[in-house]
């Protein structure tokens, strides 16, 4: 994989992961669809979707098999997520 690849992959998956966990979205459609799937956050899956590191551990995954990446690869896609998302936070 090439390192142009490999940084478009975790600056993509960043920012679908803070989108999905954080912002509203157009007309509020995404904060709609996260208060939909639990809205008191006592479940995982509804904490974990108002999480950026927890949606962008799933969302590496997609974006490592669209890019036929190996599993090292995933993960590195992750952890670089984790590192941009520390970093502007």
């Not at 969302?59 to 520390?86: D, F, K, P």
Request: positive net charge; aromatic residues 10%.
């Amino acid at each position: 994989m090439s390192l142009f690849i490999f940084v478009t992959a975790i600056l993509a998956v960043y920012r679908v992961s803070y989108m999905i966990a954080l912002e509203e979205g157009p007309f509020g459609m995404i904060a709609a669809i996260r208060e939909r799937i639990d809205p008191n956050q006592t479940s995982w899956l509804g904490r974990g979707v108002r999480c950026v590191a927890c949606v962008s551990f799933w969302l590496s995954l997609l974006a490592a098999l669209m890019i036929q990446a190996s599993v090292l690869e995933w993960l590195g896609i992750a952890g670089g997520v984790l590192v941009i998302h520390r970093a502007v936070k």
